[in-house]
Nanobody, 124 residues
Framework: VQLQASGGGLVQPGGSLTLSCTVS????????LGWFRQAPGKGREVVSC????????YAAESMRGRVTISRDVAKNTVYLQMDSLKPEDTAVYFC??????????????????WGQGTLVTVSS
């Protein structure tokens, strides 16, 4: 299983960015796909995730209303669109995948496969 995250970069406060996670060796029909981030000096936290069986999604409270997670099964790709970005959103963003387990997708435990991370910098 391989996950390749891309799309990070420098964006001004208030701007938007869409991250992509291309997945190989893992079906986007079952399990969960999550986006996590780690800011400098802080622990890793969930940003948003999707339960792949039914497409239900979750967004962290800090990102609610500013983030949309979506998937393109034909392209084996999951997207994270982020709007109204703030300097505190600066972090390395990771995508991760896990098989079906009996907990909400925002629980980090159980994610077995991780991408390499893509840096998002929000600054003027």
């Amino acid at each position: 299983v391989q996950l390749q995250a891309s799309g990070g970069g420098l964006v001004q406060p208030g701007g938007s960015l869409t991250l992509s996670c291309t997945v190989s060796g893992f079906s986007l029909d079952y399990g969960a796909l999550g986006w996590f981030r780690q800011a400098p000096g802080k622990g890793r936290e969930v940003v948003s995730c999707m339960r792949l069986r039914d497409g239900s999604t979750y967004a962290a409270e800090s990102m609610r209303g500013r983030v949309t997670i979506s998937r393109d099964v034909a392209k084996n790709t999951v997207y994270l669109q982020m709007d109204s970005l703030k300097p505190e959103d600066t972090a390395v963003y990771f995508c991760a995948a896990r098989p079906p387990v009996g907990v909400s997708c925002h629980v980090e435990d159980g994610y077995e496969h991780w991408g390499q991370g893509t840096l998002v910098t929000v600054s003027s």
